[in-house]
């Protein structure tokens, strides 16, 4: 067993009580913020949109100029954006003194909190914001977050739509969200998920070219549209699966519908044919949001310009679309959000 030297050992301890009853004591170094990952950083961002589109809409409610209408809507928008925020955490504050806290970075052009001057600047503002989502999508490493935030990138552009239709300006959804596709099948989707989804696609293009044939002549451009693109995104798919015009092709050349038709009234009620629609929008609609949850992270932005169509049929028919579309239980996946920023 080593010796202690006693000398040394007794020398040490009186030079350690004299250190100490000088008044000096080991020096720490400061506290310092903690670098944000790459979740909290896709957080910060969608938080900052919020609060700035939040802050956007109120301030336009002032102006005279607006109908009661688009007050109502801007009210209503600026509360959610408001509330949203909230339940995501709100600002990141790391509670040390000013001094010691590190520069934050410039909030991007779509987070601008200056008044918009009129309602296109604001559906501008809404578009930026749904065009900044769908760029970082890829940022989150928790799915479920993504999900999330692809679906706040929906609302942002439903919302854009909605004050562009009160304020009789015409809307357009940013290019990125209509030129791109899904250039090979997911990795992690399996080819029966692949089927099921064609099944999907070509069964809702069915539905919508019988509700196109049904309603008043003023809506069929839209059915008829709706019908033609999951037509060919039905077509794509089964292109990227290999099982186009195979025996494993599941396309049908009719589909059942709800319908019950007899010889005195062969065709539906136009409020039947309405909820068809609005039935076969949800239904895409959820498989494309539980999609975002699914696929790797470089291919959300394909999916979300899947989603975004979908939502804007079901909001075209009446379906209520809250700051978490298509996602039943929001607070399941936003609860453990605010946790990353403390």
């Known amino acids: 067993m080593a010796r202690i030297n006693v000398r040394t050992f007794l020398t040490s301890l009186v030079v350690l009580l004299l250190v100490a009853g000088c008044g000096v004591r080991i020096?720490?170094?400061?506290?310092?913020?903690?670098?944000?990952?790459?979740?909290?950083?896709?957080?910060?961002?969608?938080?900052?949109?919020?609060?700035?589109?939040?802050?956007?809409?109120?301030l336009l409610t002032q102006d005279d100029a607006q109908s009661d209408a688009v007050v109502q809507a801007l009210e209503s928008l600026a509360l959610q954006a408001s509330d949203t925020a909230t339940q995501l955490g709100g600002e990141y504050d790391s509670g040390l003194p000013e001094e010691l806290r590190t520069s934050r970075p410039e909030p991007s052009q779509s987070s601008e909190t200056t008044a918009p001057a009129t309602a296109q600047d604001l559906v501008d503002q809404l578009n930026n914001a749904a065009n900044?989502?769908?760029?970082?999508?890829?940022?989150?490493?928790?799915?479920?977050?993504?999900?999330?935030?692809?679906?706040?990138?929906?609302w942002f552009a439903l919302q854009a739509s909605d004050i562009a239709r009160l304020s009789k300006i015409d809307y357009e959804l940013p290019p990125d969200f209509t030129d791109s596709e899904l250039e090979a099948l997911p990795s992690n989707i399996t080819q029966a998920n692949v089927i099921t989804w064609i099944t999907r696609e070509d069964a809702a293009a069915y539905g919508f070219e019988v509700i196109a044939a049904m309603l008043p002549v003023d809506d069929r451009a839209y059915f008829t549209k709706q019908a033609r693109e999951h037509r060919r995104t039905a077509q794509h798919l089964a292109v990227l699966a290999a099982v186009d015009r195979t025996s494993d092709d599941p396309r049908a050349l009719r589909y059942d519908l709800p319908f019950t038709l007899t010889p005195d009234s062969p065709t539906p009620e136009p409020s039947e044919a309405r909820r068809l629609g609005r039935e076969l929008c949800i239904d895409l609609g959820e498989h494309y949001s539980t999609a975002l949850a699914t696929v790797e992270p470089q291919d959300r932005a394909a999916i979300l310009d899947l989603?975004?169509?979908?939502?804007?049929?079901?909001?075209?028919?009446g379906s209520d679309m809250g700051p978490f579309v298509f996602i039943e239980s929001p607070e399941a996946i936003t609860a453990s959000t605010p946790e990353v920023s403390n």
Not at 312 to 317: H, I, K, M, T
């Open 307 to 317: 989603l975004v169509p979908a939502a804007q049929c079901a909001n075209r028919l």
């Open 132 to 154: 900044r989502i769908r760029s970082t999508l890829d940022l989150p490493e928790d799915p479920d977050v993504a999900r999330a935030y692809g679906s706040l990138a929906t």
């Open 27 to 58: 020096e720490t170094a400061p506290p310092t913020e903690p670098t944000p990952d790459s979740n909290e950083v896709a957080r910060q961002a969608v938080v900052n949109d919020l609060l700035s589109v939040s802050a956007a809409a109120a």
